[in-house]
């Protein structure tokens, strides 16, 4: 599912060495505490910990004899390591959130009749960017027609193809224009059918720069694969820090970072679950449905408890955005009897109140 962006990193492409610390971490606006490396085992509130597990302060974690956790916490972007004991999260990490982005709200299904726009959609991309447009395929379709635009009247470039991506090569985009996408089907279907167009942004230099030096600092950490995806999927899906009434984050290079490790062949489950996260955010609900499934049975057969509980949620949001309630009440059960074992208050009050929602809805 990964959808090509072409980067043109030119901080990297240099090689330039990046001041690590001139800039406060970033990592604060990402409101999570999370486990970085596992050696031997240990156990989040008596239950089994994974990497990539959320853990807030209150959580007790305990590191069996021989063992050694490392946690990444929300106002750094060290890691921070804990051999063998027990310990209380919040004496060394501040207090964050146990809930995830992308869980804002549920998203209305797209319609797999016309050629919704994957990518880029409703994203920032850093400056220099090059996007791959790409869509759904509609049935019967021979060719597309593709069109930026600048503004809703002009498009800027338009190109007919045979396929269902294509490289932009118009003019030049400018940083800090907000571009939307249509792309129509010869057999008379537009991307627009399901309603306000989708489209992106180029970052300016000021606003990429800080992200850029804070991902650099999170790779010189060293942590494992997994970790480095997941920490870098929730930076770069929570900047620039939201402003105004429709902001754009750097969504797609997030998606990016995790299609990584899931093509790497991981068997993490929550890689699969912040993915769909992610494509809930942006509306692409029969990918987030897909990762959703996926996540909870790699998390159902490792016995992930965070995994599982993510992946019931997220379906329970796409179910009830079908207005299908008795699935979405069902699904939202399990989720809270699972964060509830986990120990997690916050995730269970926000499923309470969604299932007294749900069942004033049968």
């Given at each position: 599912m990964r959808q090509g962006l072409n980067f043109t990193l030119s901080l990297f492409a240099t090689g330039l060495a990046l001041p690590?610390?001139?800039?406060?971490?970033l990592a604060q606006s990402l409101g999570v505490n999370y486990i970085s490396d596992i050696g031997g085992q240990a156990e989040v509130n008596g239950n089994r910990a994974y990497v990539g597990d959320f853990v807030r302060g209150t959580d007790e974690l305990r590191v069996r004899s021989g063992g050694n956790v490392g946690i990444v916490c929300n106002n750094e972007t060290r890691e921070r390591q804990f051999p063998a004991g027990t310990y209380t999260v919040g004496d060394y990490c501040t207090e964050s959130s146990s809930l995830r982005t992308g869980r804002r709200r549920p998203s209305r299904e797209v319609n797999g009749t016309v050629p919704y726009v994957i990518s880029p959609r409703e994203t920032a991309l850093l400056p220099g960017t090059?996007?791959?447009l790409s869509w759904n395929p509609v049935a019967g379709a021979q060719t597309y027609q593709v069109q930026v635009y600048a503004n809703p009247?002009?498009?800027l470039w338009t190109e007919e193809v045979s396929g269902t991506s294509v490289a932009y090569d118009g003019p030049p985009l400018e940083p800090g224009v907000r571009y939307l996408i249509e792309v129509s089907s010869d057999t008379g279907l537009s991307s627009n059918a399901l309603g306000a167009a989708v489209g992106f942004r180029l970052l300016l230099s000021s606003e990429a720069e800080p992200i850029l030096v804070e991902a650099e600092a999170l790779r010189a950490a060293e942590l494992n694969e997994d970790a480095t995806a997941i920490a870098l999927a929730l930076l770069y899906s929570n900047s620039p820090p939201p402003?105004?009434?429709?902001?754009?984050?750097l969504t797609q290079a997030a998606i990016d970072m995790l299609?990584?490790?899931?093509e790497a062949g991981t068997d993490n489950a929550l890689i699969y679950v912040l993915q769909g996260d992610l494509y809930l955010s942006i509306g692409l609900t029969p990918e987030a449905q897909t990762l959703y499934r996926q996540g909870l049975a790699l998390a159902t057969e490792s016995g992930q408890l965070q995994g599982q509980a993510g992946a019931w949620d997220g379906l329970a949001l796409l179910a009830q955005a079908r207005v299908d309630i008795e699935t979405a009440i069902a699904q939202t059960q399990e989720a809270l009897a699972l964060y509830d074992v986990l120990g997690d208050s916050e995730q269970v009050a926000v499923l309470a109140e969604r299932l007294d929602f749900l069942e004033s809805q049968r």
């Open positions: 690590v610390f001139s800039v406060p971490a090059v996007p791959t009247t002009q498009p402003t105004g009434p429709n902001p754009l984050t299609e990584d490790r899931i």
